[in-house]
Nanobody, 133 residues
Framework: EVQLQAFGGGLVQAGGCLRL?????????????IGWFRQAPGKEREGVSC????????YYADSVKGRFTISSDYAKNTVYLQMNSLKPEDTAVYYC??????????????????????????WGQGTLVTVSS
């Protein structure tokens, strides 16, 4: 059974940092992409970053580029999202998700400049990040 568990959220002041983790089970990273999405109250879900662990290819939304870093640990089947220089507008519930064909998902995001949630088949439960001003 495919499962994703996101954790690491919390309350932080503007300018601070947090590291989110997404622990995956029931599948291997081979040929999968792992993505981080977020949803703020009253707003649509937004794709933040994704990675193809097999080749290290990554994508970042413009809103987080230069501040967030996505990485993966194959041995632990875990993907991380290091979030630095946090802003109040980063406040949201953060979800990790996985979809098959990491190469296609990364190519799509890089070409279109957006991550499509419908391309991701399995989702974690979400972790709340609150950035105070």
């Amino acid at each position: 059974e495919v499962q994703l568990q996101a954790f690491g959220g919390g309350l932080v002041q503007a300018g601070g940092c947090l590291r989110l983790s997404c622990a995956a089970s029931g599948f291997t990273f081979d040929d999968h992409a792992i993505g981080w999405f977020r949803q703020a109250p009253g707003k649509e879900r937004e794709g933040v970053s994704c990675i193809s662990p097999s080749n290290g290819d990554t994508y970042y939304a413009d809103s987080v580029k230069g501040r967030f870093t996505i990485s993966s640990d194959y041995a632990k089947n875990t993907v991380y999202l290091q979030m630095n220089s946090l802003k109040p507008e980063d406040t949201a519930v953060y979800y990790c998700a996985t979809g098959a064909s990491g190469f296609l998902l990364l190519s799509s995001a890089q070409k279109m400049g957006v991550m499509y949630s419908q391309q991701y088949d399995y989702w974690g439960q979400g972790t709340l990040v609150t950035v105070s001003s």
